[in-house]
């Protein structure tokens, strides 16, 4: 369980809503039962969970919302200035086609929808953000991506290392997160999950409680960061 005092690293979730051709998102399920989980099975020391949030599976048309839930966790960390821990955003999205969880290193400034989004929109070879420059920019993650891989796949996890996210709103979200935690000097990242099909829903919550555990054991890596 949580250790006394301040907590070395406070971690925010988000996962997504349905969209075209996935009905019922895994992360929709993972997300809003993630606090009772970790609740019944014990936080790890020195990890607090903080918001946990279901986003719409939108870009251009969901970025209000997106900005509100990134700037709540600033927010609440600087009314808690004994708090000195460090904050990571952990997104959730669903890869329909994928048959193993994927750590994803990576964001490219580039929106090519394949289909519409929940909003209707269809961007092709459109900068997400016009003024990092051109399509072919890329954002990373600042965390040892190769190092938590490794240790969940030791734990049994079908799991791998990525770099890419895609150019549909799981990307986009990311691009926008990587850019917030640069200029607040926080950490994010993105994991992608199979279906529910794929690998069943019990496994994929375990996977999630021990990706916790796997940043919580790197919060002395992340605060020196």
């Known amino acids: 369980m949580g250790s006394e005092g301040p907590a070395a690293v406070t971690i925010h979730v988000t996962g997504f809503k349905k969209f075209h051709g996935v009905s019922e ?8 039962k993630l606090k009772e989980y970790m609740k019944k099975n014990g936080l790890p020391k020195g990890l607090t969970l903080g918001s946990c949030s279901i986003l719409e599976t939108a870009g251009q048309g969901s970025l209000a919302p997106l900005y509100q839930t990134l700037q709540s966790a600033i927010s609440e ?3 808690q200035s004994s708090n000195s821990g460090r904050i990571i955003w952990l997104h959730f999205g669903v890869n329909s086609g994928a048959s193993r969880f994927a750590i994803e290193h990576q964001a490219i400034n580039e929106a090519t929808f394949r289909c519409p989004d929940e909003m209707g ?3 092709q070879k459109v900068p997400i953000i016009p003024a990092d420059g051109g399509i072919s920019r890329i954002r990373e993650t600042s965390l040892p991506v190769e190092e938590i891989t490794k240790a969940l796949a030791k734990k049994g996890f079908e799991v791998m290392t990525s770099d890419d996210a895609g150019r549909f709103v799981c990307n986009y979200v990311y691009y926008h997160s990587l850019r917030f935690a ?4 926080i950490t994010s990242l993105f994991v992608h999950v199979p279906l529910f099909l ?11 409680a021990s990706l916790l555990e796997v940043l919580a054991a790197l919060s002395g890596w992340i605060c020196a960061a």
Request: hydrophobic letters at 30%.
């Open 25 to 32: 998102n895994p992360t929709e399920t993972i997300v809003n």
């Open 77 to 79: 960390k600087d009314s």
């Open 121 to 123: 929109w269809k961007p």
């Open 182 to 185: 640069e200029q607040n000097m």
């Open 198 to 208: 794929t690998i069943d829903e019990e496994t994929q919550m375990q996977f999630v």
